[in-house]
């Protein structure tokens, strides 16, 4: 369903299998013979990881290592000239820096701090696609990023959690005191920027993609409630925002997230260019034009309770 609309596209083709699975991906890069192998794959939400650690490690870890051999034998067969413009691009996340203090942020440099399964295996990815360069020689080159938003966003994420609950008539459940501070950078500026790394960056290089704002999930969830109460009010006339509630915060949630975006901009001219009211009115406006596309979801299990406790009866299931 969300990719019906590139059915018909002569460049698309759709093959539902796993990164993990290295003689299919090993059949695909033989048969298609791409310029670039790009991995946006990952077990990804943090309160997942908390209940099902294991999962991610096979994803994020064993998946990484079996598509990185695959690519590897795909490039080294190339000839030359295919050889020398081929490209691994592994997508990463700001959270394998672990919580930056205020008004600091993690360089390319940076020391990994990862604080939770999720963090921890996409770490574990990095160094693996980092050895496969200097080991084998392999191409590659990786992105971080900071929180991402926009269409197509599953239920699970802090903004269409917050969109889809108080469209059906949910409480808003926002974590401890939600001073946690995110970067936030809207889908589309990602792509911009990964299509410019793709053909531009060096091999071997990291570069760091953000957004142009920074708030508290707090604030995030008031901004989402804002923009529902004009483009969708509530029947009793009082606000969206009148539905918050504070939780219980989740284990080892940490406090802020921040990149050193100055690289990219420096040496590929890349800034994001979406701003968050803007970013967020027009994430609003799609979900209420896709109601279809969510509620097929939440359907299918991907349920808007509360996750990530850590506990063992949750973990079992």
């Given at each position: ?87 691994f691009l592994h997508v990463s996340t700001d959270e394998v820096y672990g919580p ?86 809207h889908v589309e500026d990602h792509v911009r920027a990964l299509e410019l790394v ?120």
């Amino acid at each position: 369903m969300t990719l019906a609309e590139l059915e018909q596209h002569c460049g698309h083709r759709f093959v539902r299998g796993s990164i993990g699975d290295r003689r299919l991906v090993a059949a695909l890069l033989s048969e298609h013979r791409p310029q670039a192998v790009v991995n946006l794959a990952a077990a990804t939400h943090v309160d997942r990881s908390i209940d099902d650690p294991a999962s991610f490690l096979a994803a994020n870890i064993i998946g990484v290592h079996e598509l990185l051999e695959a690519s590897r034998h795909h490039w080294s067969a190339l000839p030359a000239t295919e050889r020398s413009s081929f490209r691994f691009l592994h997508v990463s996340t700001d959270e394998v820096y672990g919580p930056a203090e205020p008004g600091m942020s993690a360089a390319e440099d940076a020391r990994f701090d990862p604080r939770s399964p999720y963090s921890a295996s996409k770490a574990a990815a990095e160094h693996l696609v980092r050895a496969w360069h200097a080991t084998y020689g392999l191409p590659v080159i990786v992105t971080n990023c900071s929180n991402n938003y926009g269409p197509y966003q599953f239920p699970e994420k802090l903004i269409p959690h917050t969109i889809i609950r108080a469209l059906s008539g949910e409480t808003l459940p926002l974590y401890g005191d939600g001073l946690q501070e995110r970067n936030w950078l809207h889908v589309e500026d990602h792509v911009r920027a990964l299509e410019l790394v793709l053909n531009r960056g060096e091999p071997g290089e990291s570069y760091h993609i953000a957004g142009a704002d920074e708030c508290t999930n707090l604030d995030m969830v008031r901004r989402i409630c804002r923009v529902l109460d004009e483009a969708a009010p509530r029947g009793d006339g009082r606000s969206h925002a009148a539905a918050i509630r504070h939780v219980a915060d989740r284990p080892a949630h940490d406090r802020r997230y921040a990149l050193d975006a100055r690289k990219i901009e420096a040496e590929l001219g890349f800034r994001a260019t979406t701003g968050l009211d803007d970013g967020l009115r027009s994430t609003v406006a799609w979900y209420l034009r896709n109601r279809a596309w969510w509620s097929d979801l939440v359907s299918r299990g991907y349920a808007l309770d509360r996750i990530g406790l850590g506990t063992p009866e949750r973990a079992a299931r």
